[in-house]
């Protein structure tokens, strides 16, 4: 059997991520592909309670390494249990952040050291990685004029304007330096141009798989 697609989905908080894995899985599945949809940190029970407590606003401290190690012990969960299995049956997946978000994030945002995060990366998930990433881009206030319309903000965005400047410059090397992996999508433009943005760099993979 054939094994499937991996596409990761990636940007910072704001930039259209999420409500856009919706749009690619319905797209996907109109033209008769089986697809396999999860997120992270999360996909699993467990790996979704790790989720909890890295998101939500504490008393406590989440240190940096702390937080490393929980991402990837979520991380570990999902490829494991959902990410590797539907891949293997054939299934296309979409997950909603992957590796490249712990570069940007913890990495580019934080500034641990990038040669751990690299061999956490090759520890927990070995050759299970991206075939492609689609990175959503907006600058930095446009997607934080986003985020505060929310409501009230978790832990992750209630970061400043220099931690996501820090996050989006790391995200924009990553897909310069590797661009037959990286789709980078201009999410500073309305809904339906975005949509249409999407729709004409799936039809390329499905043309090319």
Known sequence: MKKGIFISLEGIEG???????????????RTQIDVTT????????????????????????????????????????????????????????ICDRFTDSTRAYQGGGRGLSMKIIDELAASVHGDVNPDYTFLFDAPVDVCMTRVNKR??????????????????????????????????IDTNQTFSEVQQSIEAEIKKIISDN
């Open 15 to 29: 930039a259209g991520k999420s409500s856009n894995a919706i749009f690619i899985e319905e797209y996907l599945k």
């Open 38 to 93: 999860t997120r992270e940190p999360g996909g699993t029970k467990v790996a979704e309670k790790i989720r909890t407590i890295l998101k939500e606003n504490s008393d406590e401290k989440i240190n940096e390494l702390s937080e490393l190690l929980m991402i990837f012990s979520a991380r570990s969960q999902n490829v494991r249990n959902v990410i590797a299995p539907a891949l293997n049956s054939g299934n296309w997946v």
């Open 151 to 184: 409501g009230k903000l978790d832990r992750f965005e209630s970061e400043n304007y220099d931690f996501f400047e820090r996050v989006r410059r790391y995200y924009l090397e990553l897909a310069g330096s590797r661009t037959d992996q990286f789709i980078v």
